[in-house]
T-cell receptor
Framework: SAVISQKPSRDICQRGTSLTIQCQVDSQVTMMFWYRQQPGQSLTLIATANQGSEATYESGFVIDKFPISRPNLTFSTLTVSNMSPEDSSIYLCSQVWNNEQFFGPGTRLTVL | AQTVTQSQPEMSVQEAETVTLSCTYD???????LFWYKQPPSRQMILVIR??????QNATENRFSVNFQKAAKSFSLKISDSQLGDTAMYFCAFRRSGNTGKLIFGQGTTLQVKP
């Protein structure tokens, strides 16, 4: 199975600030994925992070709010910009390996 | 657009008994994957079982098995000999075939296993 790590595991931030979440995977993959899980809700895909090109965003998510970097095949970052309390969620990194989809441990973000 | 529906927000079962979690989905695709994920309080998403739509045989992983009814677009999860460690939120998820990591999740079912 794939091993995915994320940093930080949790953070409490003030509104108007930004937080960058890091994701490291143990195998080289073309695509990495960022999901959001709002409190008490299911998971929703934010964007696909492609190595060597811009990320592909899902409907309702924009690059200015959630800029993504993908400098190499095992690492990606997601920034949550100009945060508001509505951004309080768990953010999860994911990869597909052998047709199975694995998730990182998540970053629990609380915005005050 | 694909949708996934889990109609049971909460369920409970006695330890050692069997419980079935329901999931229905809607898609016009013929080839796809279906998954059940478990999310305990630690919030780690754990893959429980996977089913390829082209396979008629129901997937089984130890105490976990599915009842996949493609025509009815139904994908239920049966947990046998329930254990306290099975207490978690369970999510049903759909993914199109091909090189994509976009999962469509259901709303989730909270399962409580009682001693």
């Amino acid at each position: 199975s794939a091993v995915i790590s994320q940093k930080p595991s949790r953070d409490i931030c003030q509104r108007g600030t930004s937080l960058t979440i890091q994701c490291q995977v143990d195998s080289q993959v073309t695509m990495m994925f960022w999901y959001r899980q709002q409190p008490g809700q299911s998971l929703t895909l934010i964007a696909t992070a492609n190595q060597g090109s811009e990320a592909t965003y899902e409907s309702g998510f924009v690059i200015d709010k959630f800029p993504i970097s993908r400098p190499n095949l095992t690492f990606s970052t997601l920034t949550v910009s100009n945060m508001s309390p509505e951004d309080s969620s768990i953010y999860l990194c994911s990869q597909v390996w052998n047709n199975e989809q694995f998730f990182g441990p998540g970053t629990r973000l609380t915005v005050l | 657009a694909q949708t996934v529906t889990q109609s049971q927000p909460e369920m409970s079962v006695q330890e050692a008994e069997t419980v079935t979690l329901s999931c229905t989905y809607d898609t016009s695709e013929n080839n796809y994957y279906l998954f059940w994920y478990k999310q305990p309080p630690s919030r780690q998403m754990i893959l429980v079982i996977r089913q390829e739509a082209y396979k008629q045989q129901n997937a089984t992983e130890n105490r976990f098995s599915v009842n996949f009814q493609k025509a009815a677009k139904s994908f239920s999860l049966k947990i046998s000999d329930s254990q306290l460690g099975d207490t978690a939120m369970y999510f049903c998820a759909f993914r199109r075939s091909g090189n994509t990591g976009k999962l469509i999740f259901g709303q989730g079912t909270t399962l409580q296993v009682k001693p």
